[in-house]
């Protein structure tokens, strides 16, 4: 095993529309064998195994697709359709999300091209969530299996990932693994969809906020809808700082929750995040990737944070939240919050409170929210469960009373 923790890769192709029954039947058979082999493997063990899925998908570092915010529901759909998936594998097959004995999924999206086969060579790594072959291939994490469909269009992005992995492939990393009986299917050549509605500007600096207790596939999407607003690496002004804030609710609103004795400590739920956002961000070698990290703690409001310093462009800031509006009306220079389609409501109070001190209104982005739509009717309360940070306390009361 190359690390103490089991790990994967899965190299997904694109996919053959973005039409989620397409989208199912192509990924579905090779997610459950993926996460059959890893649980089995796991044996046990009293912690998850990590899987790095690469969707591809064309044309994502193209010019037409600048800025990337014009791209963005179309990209969060995506993002939304193989955390719903792999919520759907898991559920049926009775595998742990993100706990104990289960997987732990971290989805990137891959800029490759299946139709013209393309594999760019470039100097230094690009950050995700985007990112290209020579990135992930060149990016020293040491997978335990590298998994691909085996069919013509996961053979053919197999063998471009090969051609830079077997480059720098430490002896410690895993190999390539077919995953055999995957269905066939002829990759998209076209699958992004250009939003006029976000074609304004470039973010340097973004915001999303929340409870993040127990950190979920939920999470996950919200998160990786967030840092796909934020300004990428190699469009970066010189001397700009990029920098993403997430508010993390302050445990003093948090009282009246439900199965409140079981809510993670504000440290817990900062410590996921800022892991996540590294795990999908920062594809640097480990020895280049090391966070300078400071902490803080006062008694007003975004007095109290830990500030992750990736590198001199990028910034990680875990702000706790005090009340709704967090560092979206103190932060002036925050340009674009992320919000899901359930809290929509508090984008436009955030711009309220912004008006009455003539600042300009935030940019603001929706996600969609995970449901439990093809999801079978026995399988749905359950797989809701597993995206409800109520529940998962729920569970934990439950065990811990058992």
């Given at each position: 095993m190359a690390s103490d923790q089991l790990s994967a890769l899965l190299l997904l192709p694109p996919p053959p529309s973005a039409s989620f029954d397409e989208f199912k039947a192509a990924y579905e058979p090779v997610l459950l064998s993926v996460c059959t082999k890893l649980v089995r493997e796991l044996n046990g063990a009293n912690h998850s195994a990590i899987l790095d899925i690469a969707l591809s998908l064309p044309g994502l570092q193209s010019p037409s697709c600048r800025p990337r915010t014009r791209a963005f529901s179309s990209l969060q759909s995506f993002l939304g359709s193989i955390y719903r998936l792999i919520g759907i594998v898991c559920v049926e097959q009775g595998i742990e999300l993100d706990g104990p004995d289960g997987i732990d999924s971290r989805v990137v999206l891959l800029d490759y091209d299946?139709?013209?086969?393309?594999?760019?060579?470039?100097?230094?790594?690009?950050?995700?969530?985007?990112?290209?072959?020579?990135?992930?291939?060149?990016?020293?994490?040491?997978?335990?299996?590298?998994?691909?469909?085996?069919?013509?269009?996961?053979?053919?992005?197999?063998?471009?990932?090969?051609?830079?992995?077997?480059?720098?492939?430490?002896?410690?990393?895993?190999?390539?693994?077919?995953?055999?009986?995957?269905?066939?299917?002829k990759a998209a050549e076209s699958l992004l969809v250009m939003d006029d509605n976000h074609t304004s500007s470039t973010h340097y600096s973004v915001a999303v906020g929340g409870t993040f207790d127990h950190f979920h596939i939920g999470h996950k999407l919200l998160?990786?809808?967030?840092?796909?607003?934020?300004?990428?690496?190699?469009?970066?002004?010189?001397?700009?700082?990029?920098?993403?804030?997430?508010?993390?609710?302050?445990?003093?609103?948090?009282?009246?929750?439900?199965?409140?004795?079981?809510l993670e400590s504000w440290d817990e739920r900062?410590?996921?995040?800022?892991?996540?956002?590294?795990?999908?961000?920062?594809?640097?070698?480990?020895e280049a990737s090391a966070p300078r990290i400071e902490r803080a703690s006062g008694p007003g409001p975004d007095d109290k944070y830990i500030q992750m310093q990736m590198r001199p462009d990028l910034v990680f800031s875990l702000v706790q939240i005090t009340d709704p509006f967090g560092p979206t009306v103190t932060d002036k220079e925050i340009s674009a919050l992320v919000v899901s389609k359930e809290t929509r409501a508090g984008g436009g109070a955030v711009n309220e409170e912004r008006g009455k001190k003539g600042w300009e209104n935030l940019e603001v982005f929706e996600v969609d929210v995970l449901h439990t739509g093809e999801v079978p009717t026995d399988d749905a309360e359950s797989f809701a469960s597993k995206i409800s940070s109520t529940d998962i306390r729920r569970r934990r009361m439950e065990m811990a009373t058992e």
């Open positions: 299946s139709v013209q086969n393309t594999a760019v060579t470039r100097g230094d790594p690009c950050d995700g969530p985007i990112i290209d072959l020579q990135t992930l291939a060149r990016s020293g994490r040491l997978w335990d299996y590298i998994y691909y469909p085996d069919n013509q269009v996961g053979q053919g992005l197999a063998t471009a990932f090969s051609s830079f992995y077997s480059e720098s492939k430490d002896p410690n990393g895993g190999s390539m693994s077919a995953i055999p009986d995957a269905p066939n299917w998160l990786t809808a967030t840092a796909l607003v934020l300004q990428p690496a190699e469009d970066v002004e010189a001397g700009k700082v990029r920098k993403i804030t997430v508010g993390v609710t302050g445990e003093g609103l948090l009282a009246k929750k439900k199965y409140a004795e079981f900062c410590m996921s995040t800022g892991s996540f956002l590294s795990a999908i961000m920062d594809f640097r070698l480990p």
